[in-house]
């Protein structure tokens, strides 16, 4: 039968870790299923047939059967650190080991690496320049790089990546959103410690606005008229180890 055909669809796309082929079909059964019970109901009173006989072959398929295989997905669907986390940021330039998970269904203990799946990368504590929006491979890999650290106020950075979950649930129809919602918690954390000289810390900034200030304060006390000149010749930037202009440091 048709219920019988996607049920078994489903399941290979499954093993063979195509989640999006076996939800499309685990989910066209469950929405087909809707009002076969009581046309078969009909058909046994019209034909006097019992319950164990079976004329179409789909009694055993109910629709608790499909919700129960998008469960075993929507559900056991996992996001695992592999490496990445736990790393000590020391420059602007960022960290120096890319972020890497594993997508993967579990299945009863058994791990099936998962392609194509949708991971978005993104700051939950700091700030940075990431690569964002990524896609896991054939083994089910999924990663990003950090390029870059914009806030250094923060002592502790923690780095989300999380299923796509509007991006996933676009090649389903609207109407399957409310049977897919748990993949919309699917994430796990990178956290990053902040460790940097003084000259790259929040000291820097309150340093850099005195020097504006002390500037601003001078350029408007000169008196009008005739020719002036301020600035500031040879000036080392401690925080990049070189010597700079003075307008590259404001």
Same mark, same amino acid.
């Given at each position: 039968?048709?219920?019988?055909?996607?049920?078994?669809?489903?399941?290979?796309?499954?093993?063979?870790?195509?989640?999006?082929?076996?939800?499309?079909?685990?989910?066209?059964?469950?929405?087909?299923?809707?009002?076969?019970?009581?046309?078969?109901?009909?058909?046994?009173?019209?034909?006097?047939?019992?319950?164990?006989?079976?004329?179409?072959?789909?009694?055993?398929?109910?629709?608790?059967?499909?919700?129960?295989?998008?469960?075993?997905?929507?559900?056991?669907? *996992?996001?695992?650190?592999?490496?990445?986390?736990?790393?000590?940021?020391?420059?602007?330039?960022?960290?120096?080991?890319?972020?890497?998970?594993? %997508?993967?269904?579990?299945?009863?203990? *058994?791990?099936?690496?998962?392609?194509?799946?949708?991971?978005?990368? *993104?700051?939950?504590?700091?700030?940075?320049?990431?690569?964002?929006?990524?896609?896991?491979?054939?083994?089910?890999?999924?990663?990003?790089?950090?390029?870059?650290?914009?806030?250094?106020?923060?002592?502790?950075? %923690?780095?989300?990546?999380?299923?796509?979950?509007?991006?996933?649930?676009?090649?389903?129809?609207?109407?399957?959103?409310?049977?897919?919602?748990?993949?919309?918690? %699917?994430?796990?954390?990178?956290?990053?410690?902040?460790?940097?000289?003084?000259?790259?810390?929040?000291?820097?900034?309150?340093?850099?606005?005195?020097?504006?200030?002390?500037?601003?304060? %001078?350029?408007?006390?000169?008196?009008?008229?005739?020719?002036?000149?301020?600035?500031?010749?040879?000036?080392?930037?401690? *925080?990049?180890?070189?010597?700079?202009?003075?307008?590259?440091?404001?």
């Amino acid at each position: 039968s048709f219920l019988e055909k996607y049920l078994r669809q489903g399941n290979e796309a499954e093993e063979k870790g195509d989640v999006v082929r076996a939800l499309f079909n685990y989910l066209n059964g469950y929405h087909k299923t809707t009002g076969l019970p009581s046309l078969r109901s009909s058909l046994r009173v019209i034909t006097h047939e019992t319950q164990s006989e079976q004329p179409w072959g789909v009694q055993d398929i109910s629709k608790s059967t499909f919700l129960g295989k998008i469960n075993g997905i929507t559900q056991n669907l *996992r996001l695992n650190v592999i490496s990445g986390d736990n790393q000590v940021v020391k420059t602007y330039k960022g960290i120096s080991k890319p972020l890497v998970a594993e %997508v993967y269904l579990d299945k009863s203990g *058994r791990k099936i690496p998962l392609s194509n799946i949708p991971v978005l990368f *993104r700051f939950e504590k700091g700030e940075g320049q990431l690569e964002s929006e990524r896609v896991s491979d054939t083994n089910g890999r999924v990663q990003s790089t950090i390029h870059k650290i914009d806030n250094f106020d923060r002592k502790h950075h %923690v780095i989300a990546a999380k299923l796509n979950y509007e991006i996933f649930a676009s090649n389903f129809e609207p109407s399957s959103k409310n049977l897919l919602s748990a993949l919309n918690h %699917v994430k796990v954390v990178f956290n990053h410690t902040i460790d940097t000289p003084k000259w790259a810390s929040n000291k820097s900034q309150a340093w850099k606005s005195g020097i504006t200030d002390l500037v601003n304060q %001078v350029t408007q006390n000169i008196p009008p008229g005739g020719s002036h000149l301020v600035g500031v010749t040879g000036f080392r930037d401690l *925080r990049h180890d070189k010597t700079a202009k003075f307008n590259e440091i404001l």
